[in-house]
């Protein structure tokens, strides 16, 4: 059984925008689409670093602010020409707060050691 951290109101973060969370596995990024879909990566491209949370949402993608790399909110792979991938985390919201899933965290610091 999962357990969820609640990290925020949905409503902190505008539509197609996101929001930086700092955990022990780095910074996720939680991104709300237009759609009021709400979605969380790894914050950090894994071409250059660019910081994925100051990038673009459009649909169910953001492109990286420093080389327009697009990645998918439900995979975290990279679209187009370009390979790459980050880590997804399970989100959903309750009663309009967003939760994380903490299990998903855990594992990942398990895949950094």
Do not use: Q
Not at 12 to 17: L, N, T
Not at 42 to 55: I, M, N, Q, V, W
Not at 78 to 90: I, Q, S, W
């Amino acid at each position: 059984m999962s357990e969820w951290i609640d990290i925020g109101e949905m409503d902190a973060i505008p539509r197609r925008g996101a929001r930086v969370v700092k955990t022990a596995a780095g910074c996720v990024a939680i991104f709300r689409t237009e759609a009021d879909e709400v979605f969380a990566l790894d914050d950090r491209c894994p071409h250059k670093g660019g910081p994925l949370s100051d990038g673009i949402v459009h649909g169910k993608s953001v492109t990286c602010p420093l080389h327009n790399w697009v990645f998918d909110f439900d995979t975290g792979r990279c679209t187009g020409p370009d390979e790459g991938a980050v880590a997804v985390y399970p989100v959903r919201v309750e009663n309009g707060r967003i939760l994380i899933d903490a299990a998903r965290l855990r594992a990942r610091i398990g895949e950094a050691a």
